[in-house]
Each structure stands twice: as structure tokens, then as C-alpha cells.
Antibody
Framework: EVQLLESGGGSVQPGGSLRLSCATS????????MAWVRQAPGKGLEWVSV????????EYTDSVKGRFTISRDTSKSTLDLQMNSLRADDTAVFYC??????????????WGQGTLVTVSS | DIQMTQSPSSLSASVGDRVSITCRASRSINFYLNWYQQKPGQAPRLLISEATTLESGVPPRFSGSGSGTAFTLTINSLQPEDFATYYC??????????FGQGTKVEIK
């Protein structure tokens, strides 16, 4: 059974940093791309970042480029998102997402339960 | 970036109704279009991939159609468990793999 479990969410002041982690199990981690998708309170889904199965390629949505860094550890089957220079509009539930393919792609076949990040002074 | 536009933003329907949701892409995405269902407090669930392929475990009352820039999600004979928000998403070319703004299906 595929399982994705996020951690690391919480409250932070504007300009601060947080590191989200996603522990995975139940599938061959290196064989699939992974992504982070967020959802602001009461709003829709927003694609944030994606990384290939090998970890060699990563992309970000424009609003987080230069501030967020996605990474993966194949030995631990974990996905991380380092978030710096956080802003109020980064407040959202962040979902860890398993992709259907190894390469950069968009189809999410499994989702974590989400972790809430609140950026407020 | 490819923009995805859904309509309507919300709709009210009764159990047993047939419901259709439209999604338009800002340029052709061939058939690389997904539909997700999200219930309050839950993560999204993949319903349909590549415009028409029903995912395992999804009831056959759900169907998808379209290609290019125009797509439709149809729910035949709406059931109580279908009241949720539905999102389209493209999976074409390079990221970001944008989602539509969502369509909330409510009980009439």
C-alpha cells in the first residue's frame, strides 16, 4: 500500500523558513517523480514544485522560484521542500504527491494527507 | 504557462441528475488532461487521466471526453457521495502542470 506522510508544517513569521518532509512507503521510490501541491485556505489547488525520480531534474512555479528547493533522498525514500523567505501568501496546506511517471509530469496518483503552513506575524 | 479554465465555478444538482463540467486549456494539450475529486478535509483523488481513462475503483457513472483545448467531465446519475469539488489539470509538456480553479457540486 502506497503511503505518503508529510511533516514539518507549522506557523512562521514572514521572512522565515520551514522544511517540509514527506516519508513514503509501498512503492519503488526512485522509479517515480514526486511533487508538492498546495492549497490556500478555501482556495483551489496550486502546483508548486516537481522532481524527477532520479532527482536530476526539478522545476518550480514562478512564485516560489529562488525561495523553495525540492529534494529527495532515495536511501530514506523521503521528499523534502525547503521553504525560505516565506510570505503571507504562502499560507496553505501542502500536499506531497506521487507522480505516475519517473520523468517530470503532472499526473498524481497518490496524495499525502497534507500539512498546514501558516505565515503570519 | 498553460492556463486552465473551468466552468461553472459551482452548480447545484439533485441526486440522480446528470452533471457536466467543462475545462478549457489556453492552448492545445492533446489529451493530457486529468480530473480530480476533492471532498472537504481530504486530499484530492484522481478520477480520470488522459481525458478519458477512468482510474481503478472509480464508478462508471464518471466519464471524460475532449481533446485539444476543450474537455468535459460528466457524472451520470449523481450520487450523494459525488457532492465535492472537481478540478481539471493538464499534464502536457513542461511544468507547471496547472489546475483549473475548481467546480463545486452542491446539493440542490
Amino acid at each position: 500500500e502506497v503511503q505518503l506522510l508529510e511533516s514539518g508544517g507549522g506557523s512562521v513569521q514572514p521572512g522565515g523558513s520551514l522544511r517540509l518532509s514527506c516519508a513514503t512507503s509501498g512503492f519503488s521510490f526512485r522509479s517515480y517523480g514526486m511533487a508538492w501541491v498546495r492549497q490556500a485556505p478555501g482556495k483551489g489547488l496550486e502546483w508548486v514544485s516537481v522532481i524527477s525520480g532520479s532527482g536530476g531534474v526539478a522545476e518550480y512555479t514562478d512564485s516560489v522560484k529562488g525561495r523553495f528547493t525540492i529534494s529527495r533522498d532515495t536511501s530514506k525514500s523521503t521528499l523534502d521542500l525547503q521553504m525560505n523567505s516565506l510570505r503571507a501568501d504562502d499560507t496553505a496546506v501542502f500536499y506531497c504527491a506521487k507522480l505516475r511517471r519517473e520523468a517530470l509530469s503532472g499526473t498524481v496518483d497518490y496524495w499525502g494527507q497534507g500539512t498546514l503552513v501558516t505565515v503570519s506575524s | 504557462d498553460i492556463q486552465m479554465t473551468q466552468s461553472p465555478s459551482s452548480l447545484s444538482a439533485s441526486v440522480g441528475d446528470r452533471v457536466s463540467i467543462t475545462c478549457r486549456a489556453s492552448r492545445s494539450i492533446n489529451f493530457y488532461l486529468n480530473w480530480y475529486q476533492q471532498k472537504p478535509g481530504q486530499a484530492p483523488r484522481l478520477l480520470i487521466s488522459e481525458a478519458t481513462t477512468l482510474e481503478s475503483g472509480v464508478p462508471p457513472r464518471f466519464s471524460g471526453s475532449g481533446s485539444g483545448t476543450a474537455f468535459t467531465l460528466t457524472i451520470n446519475s449523481l450520487q450523494p457521495e459525488d457532492f465535492a469539488t472537481y478540478y481539471c489539470q493538464h499534464d502536457y509538456g513542461n511544468p507547471p502542470y496547472t489546475f483549473g480553479q475548481g467546480t463545486k457540486v452542491e446539493i440542490k
